[in-house]
């Protein structure tokens, strides 16, 4: 009989997957760890769907659910642990080549055992598992003769297994639409858990066993080995007892034969900082002996720590650091040039602020020994490049061998890449989008890129460790970014810098304390009045417009928190498509109207800034809901200026084929279209001079993505208007009253009323 029966009744696909891992540990080890993590993801799946206090994180692969805070909190420490041993052995299973060795097995499936019992205690609304059942490994069904699986026959096991199952994503997207039996079960479920925290669990969930072989796991997944009698439970002389020596728990030493670091693991129920001390005094035995003070480790199996006690505090780390890391740490105790006394390259950058910038940053990491900081820069005054000079003083110093620069649009991460090709080549920049097993100093991802690559291993270890990155960059670091990739930072143990044109006293308090700053002082500020003043970029006017707006009558400052964060994350979708149910439908009929649009249209053309002598409306953007919107503007473009051929105003999406070569049209200042009607693909990041006027055709919630909207078109442009004739300002309209929601007081106008010179041209003939 299956030790995973008490599933039976409630959790059918669960306890069949357990069941299937369980029969395979000693016949086929590996197909028992994909199994094994089957029954993990259905049960943590089925928490996700049936517990309304598990919050759904950025995406549904099984590291995102089990690291979302809300299912660590239920979960606590133990089952935690337990689900990333069962998730990292899994996955070895299916990506690795490599013999799965039957103890890997039984230690995934008795992990699993002690889950299930977890899930069941606290969800059942029936009979719940007795508090002394046991995993005993002497119960195993006995073995039998059978075909083993290949890791790639599991790959098309586990893509066909994926496509049966429901996405959590599209099933709780609206949990206000949730069916009606749904809505029952949870209520049903919320009753059961209420039940279960009324009765202790003394379950015991082999937590020691656990640590031990988590630790072990972390560290062969950075490549040590730990096949050596000195690895472990070394001994040293000199410790202030009465035999004066001491067992260091795990010795991590170099190819010299000298410690690079050490580990001092402590028990699981306590708190992994008692061994502080401990693991201090250990160093110092180590440095007596060998003449090199390793990097201190002390961990209690959920809680890591690491302590370069040379130069910072103790900080907490998803992990432990590689040979070549450690190495590289300790060799930066002599190498390492003062940041204070290095050129910046002012080739890169040669504007008075963005020296000030990197200066302070540099400041912040050298002097105050600071691991984040924060560059607030209006959108056009150069931060990538700034960041760029950062990361060359960084390189030439010996501070950083490794940059991660992080953005939001694969457009952003191709734009990036461009910049650093051109003013850093050395550092050889890989875009990981494109060049997953690219090599260089100098990397460059997508958010989401990355989280896939956190996971990815070889041959059991992991390409990218914590330790890997010295310098990891956020760009348009915010509210939602964090909500949804969090992982990442808290992942890679480096230096932080995020970036972003919010203005400093528009950033929320959450993104400064993420960088552990005073709310509203950041580590440089550069706002955009400043760089008007100094002749950098240029203001925005406020073109007046008549059209009646159906109204909500509030303010972004008026929301709740949790509606804020809703907004933010909204605003951010891929497609950058707010969901209809949280707009009023007035909104909705009134943007799709014909004579609304017309009338948009009719006002755009008549007084929007003019170019080529006033016979062309200059580059303009326009902000549009969706995709079906932007077409119907498209579409009404056509049909009231039939005289354009279908050339003047294009759609620029992410749903159209060959969207770069529009992008590539628009960035050249004859040729068509003038006119791009953007579902957020020109929102953010995108640089053309030329762009005189923009459209907000839609509602904006978010204040990130606002600020970062109206910088398309603060960028200088010499000679836009003729020789000498140079862009002052850009024209604003806003059809949503985007600028009320924000409080934003920008000089209004009533826009351009030139005639055209061809109209000019035929008055004079009359």
């Known amino acids: 009989m299956s030790q995973f029966a008490f599933l039976q009744h409630e959790w059918v696909t669960v306890f069949e997957a357990a069941a299937k891992a369980e029969a395979a540990i000693y016949t086929d080890p590996r197909t028992a760890c994909f199994y094994a993590r089957r ?39 133990a089952v ?144 040590w080995p730990l096949d050596k009698s000195c690895d472990r439970e070394f001994e040293v002389s000199g410790m202030p007892n009465r035999q004066e020596k001491g067992f260091v728990d795990y010795v991590l030493w170099g190819d010299d034969g000298k410690p690079l670091g050490l580990v001092e693991a402590k028990r699981t129920r306590r708190d992994a900082r008692v061994g502080q001390q401990q ?28 302590w370069n006690d040379t130069c910072y505090p103790p900080r907490r780390v998803q992990g432990f650091y590689k040979k070549s890391e450690l190495g590289l740490l300790i060799q930066r105790r002599n190498t390492q040039r003062s940041l204070g006394e290095a050129t910046i390259n002012t080739v890169i950058v040669e504007r008075y602020y ?25 959108t056009g005054a150069g931060k990538t490049r700034t960041v760029i000079a950062l990361c060359d003083l960084l390189i030439r110093c010996n501070w950083a061998k490794r940059v991660l620069f992080l953005a939001d649009r694969v457009a952003l991460v191709n734009q990036a890449v461009g910049a650093f090709k051109r003013h850093l080549p050395d550092a050889s920049p890989v875009n990981l989008v494109t060049e997953k097993d690219g090599e260089g100093r100098i990397f460059v991802s997508t958010y989401p890129t990355m989280m896939g690559l956190i996971d990815e291993t070889t041959d059991g270890q992991r ?52 960088f552990d700053l005073e709310n509203g002082v950041p580590t440089d500020a550069y706002s955009l009045e400043e760089a008007v003043r100094d002749g950098f970029l240029v203001p925005p006017q406020a073109v007046s417009v008549d059209l009646k707006f159906p109204q909500r009558g509030i303010t972004y400052d008026e929301l709740p928190e949790e509606d804020k964060d809703q907004w933010d994350a909204l605003e951010w979708d891929d497609e950058g498509t707010v969901p209809d149910h949280v707009e009023a439908q007035a909104v909705n009929q009134w943007l799709f109207n014909k004579d609304t649009v017309d009338k ?3 006002h755009l053309m008549t007084r929007g800034l003019r170019v080529a002598g006033g016979d062309r409306l200059g580059k303009t953007i326009i902000f549009a809901k969706n995709q079906q919107h932007a077409d119907f503007i498209v579409e009404r473009f056509d049909v009231n200026y039939p005289h354009y051929r279908g050339e003047f105003a294009r759609a620029i999406t992410f749903k159209i084929e060959y969207t770069q070569t529009l992008i590539d049209n628009f960035s050249i200042k004859e040729k068509s279209p003038h006119i791009a009607i953007s579902v957020d693909m020109l929102d953010t990041g995108i640089d053309i001079p030329e762009v ?51 409080s934003q007081n920008i000089p209004a106008t009533e826009g351009s009323v030139a005639e055209s010179l061809g109209k000019r041209l035929f008055n004079a003939r009359l």
């Open 354 to 378: 963005q020296w000030r910038a990197i200066r302070r940053i540099a400041e912040a990491f050298e002097r105050d020994h600071d691991r984040k900081a924060l560059l607030v820069m209006a």
């Open 692 to 742: 005189v006027n923009l459209v907000f055709f839609k509602l904006v919630r978010s204040k990130t993505k606002f600020w970062q909207m109206l910088g398309r078109g603060t960028r200088l442009c010499p000679d836009l208007f003729g020789p000498g004739e140079h862009k002052e300002f850009f024209y604003l309209f806003d059809y949503c009253q985007n600028l009320n929601y924000f």
């Open 600 to 602: 948009v249209l009719e």
């Open 279 to 306: 693991a201090k005094l250990y160093a110092d035995c180590l440095e007596r002996q060998f003449g090199q003070r390793p990097i201190i480790f002390y961990s209690n199996g959920y809680e890591h720590w690491i």
């Open 80 to 223: 935690f642990s337990k689900t990333r041993v069962i998730n990292t052995l899994g996955n070895r299973a299916v990506h690795n080549d490599r013999p799965v060795p039957e103890s890997d097995a039984l230690v995934a499936v008795r992990e699993l055992f002690h889950v299930a019992y977890w899930l069941a205690h606290t969800y059942a609304r029936a009979e719940r598992p007795a508090p002394g059942l046991t995993f005993d490994p002497a119960a195993l069904p006995q073995p039998t003769p059978a075909a083993r699986q290949t890791a790639e026959q599991l790959q098309v096991l586990e893509a066909s297994l994926r496509e049966r199952d429901e996405s959590l994503s599209a099933l709780l997207a609206d949990k206000t639409a949730l069916d009606e039996e749904l809505k029952r079960l949870r209520a049903e479920i919320a009753t059961a858990k209420l039940a279960a925290a009324a009765q202790p669990d003394t379950h015991d969930y082999s937590e020691a066993e656990t640590r031990d072989y988590f630790i072990d796991l972390l560290l062969r997944e950075n490549g």
């Open 463 to 514: 390409r990218f460790g914590p330790g890997h990155f010295d310098l990891v960059i956020i760009d348009e670091a915010h509210r939602s970014v964090f909500q949804k990739y969090r992982t990442i930072f808290d992942y890679f143990d480096s230096l932080l810098v995020g970036l972003t044109a919010t203005p400093k006293d528009e950033i929320d308090r959450n993104t400064y304390s993420l």
């Open 39 to 77: 029954a993990l993801e259905l049960a943590v799946s089925w928490a996700y769907k049936h517990d309304a206090a598990l919050r759904l994180p950025y995406q549904d692969n099984l590291s995102a659910l089990i690291h979302e805070p809300s299912f660590k909190q239920a979960a606590g420490e």
